[in-house]
Structure formats: C-alpha cells, structure tokens
C-alpha cells in the first residue's frame, strides 16, 4: 500500500509539475509576443507608397484572356499608377484607378482616367485613419494596417470599393467581397 501511495503522490507531483510548466510556457510565450508587438506610428508611415499588388478573395479574369488571378494587377494595368504620399504634416495625396463595369458576359471591363484624392491621416492603434472628401461628401476610413519594413497592406470591402468603382452587378467583378491593397515604400 505504501508502494500504491508514492506511485499516486509522484504522479500527482508530476501531473502538477507538467501543468505548472505548461502554464508557465504559456506565460512565458505570452510575454514574447507582447515583447514583439510593434506598434505602428505616423513616422512609420509618412512617405512616397506605390500599389504593388491587389490581392482578391476570389480570382477574377479582367483581361478576357483564358483563366483569372486574385492577383488584380495580373488581369489589367488599370492599377499600374496608383500610389499613396503621406506627408508629415499629416495631408496625404494619392492617386487611384477609376474603371467602368457594364452587366452582361461580353468586354464589360474597361478603365479610365485616374483620378486624384486627398486628404488628413493619422495612425492609431495600428489603425490608418483617411478622411477625404469625395463628390463632396466628406469620408473616413479606419482600416487595420499589416506593416512590414517596406510594405503595408490593408483590406478593401465590397461596400468600400463601391465609392470608387461602379459595378452594376452581374460582371466579372461582381464577385469580389474583399481585396487586399499592398503598398510598397518607393
């Protein structure tokens, strides 16, 4: 019985000595992913970005040409000259594609004139804040950035894109819900 005793008291400590090791593992890997968050700042952002990709949930053929891409910019240079100045007095500058959809299964694609924004921006909470005029009703967008050294990128909704492009339904970007915008510092 004294032999049943030990057995049952070095399983216990075991079991509480594995459970304190988890649980410190745990903390421990907590305290390094708080010690590598970074947080974004308006330094951090201010200068000259280009678009180097616009990623799509779904893939999409743009250019009528066998097969799609969720990457955009593989499908049409409607997207070529779009970037993005962040000035630190915190204005910001940028230019954007404008295309035109028409319903139906034919050429229903087509871009036009780029067309210039501007605004204030601000970052907060690794969140990038645009406030900008558009037809004159003023807009703001709070969007999550993913930042890197030399990137970021955030996501662009459906409703979102729906106030720079006109997309009547039924065309091969009707399908779209999110794209993700990457920008490169240039």
């Known amino acids: 019985m004294n032999n049943v005793f030990k057995i049952k008291y070095l399983s216990l400590l075991l079991l509480i ?9 745990a903390q421990e ?3 390094l992913k708080m010690s590598n ?3 974004i700042t308006n330094n951090d952002m201010v200068g000259h970005w280009e678009l180097s990709k616009i ?22 240079d409607c997207f ?9 007095n915190g ?15 034919g050429d229903d694609f087509q871009c036009i004139a780029d067309r210039m924004d501007n605004g204030q921006w601000e ?11 558009l037809n004159g009703q003023e807009y703001i967008h709070q969007k999550y950035i993913n930042k ?16 720079y492009v006109s997309d009547p339904g039924n065309t091969r970007a009707s399908v779209i819900r999110i794209l993700e915008l990457e920008y490169t510092r240039s």
Do not use: H, W
Not at 17 to 25: D, L, Q, V
Not at 59 to 74: F, H, K
Not at 123 to 131: C, F, G, H, K, M
């Open 55 to 76: 990623t799509s949930d779904v893939e999409v053929d743009l250019d009528s040409n066998p097969g799609g891409s969720t990457n955009l910019m593989d499908e049409t």
């Open 123 to 133: 970052v907060r909470n690794d969140s990038l804040i645009l406030t900008m005029n």
């Open 91 to 105: 204005s910001f500058i940028t230019n954007n594609a404008t295309m035109s959809f028409e319903a139906g299964d």
């Open 29 to 31: 890997e907590a305290q």
């Open 80 to 88: 070529n000259n779009m970037y993005i100045t962040f000035d630190s």
């Open 17 to 25: 000595s594995f459970i304190g090791c988890s649980k410190n593992e």
């Open 148 to 163: 890197g050294p030399d990137y970021f990128s955030l996501d662009i909704t459906k409703m979102e894109s729906n106030q």
């Open 37 to 39: 968050l970074t947080a």
